[in-house]
């Protein structure tokens, strides 16, 4: 694996995200004391537009709905749910060609409450990039091993309506530092 990506941005702890979604608006308070790392590169990835028209391609009831892979950028809604259930789908597989390390042993507040945003990775810990998740109700057989970023202070029940194939039309950063 190659070195591990360390964001330049400098979370205060104060900034907000606005993901405009095809079912409706979520805001959610960044935990950038407590997952510098993350919140740093979700920044940098929002800013940069890298989760703008992307779909959510996977959706568990009462679990989780996940979004954030570039694989699913050309795809229409329709497509992407008619892959989800493909073995031969490469959905969940995108990133943003590089990995940053986990912080679900360093977060004092790491728990997978119901609105919780996380970052999903795959078997090694230190394999997130740009996929993340929202807890579907709460999910703390999580907490120990997946790096909570952020819980949604607005908008849940836009978290409730969103479905495989549904779209991230923006990911807006409200109180960036300057």
Known sequence: MSALHTPAYQPTGKEIAVF??????IRVQLAGTDAPIHVGNFIELSQKGFYDNLKFHRYVPGFVIQGGDPNTRELSSDEVREMVNSPFSRLGTGGPGYCIKEEFTTN???????????????????????QFYFCLGPQHMLDSGYTVFGQTIEGKDVIGKLRAGDVIEHVEIENVAE
């Open 20 to 25: 405009t979604t095809s079912q409706g608006t």
């Open 108 to 130: 004092p507040n790491n728990s997978h409450e119901d609105g919780a945003l996380a970052m999903a990775r795959s078997s090694n810990p230190d394999s997130a990039g740009s």
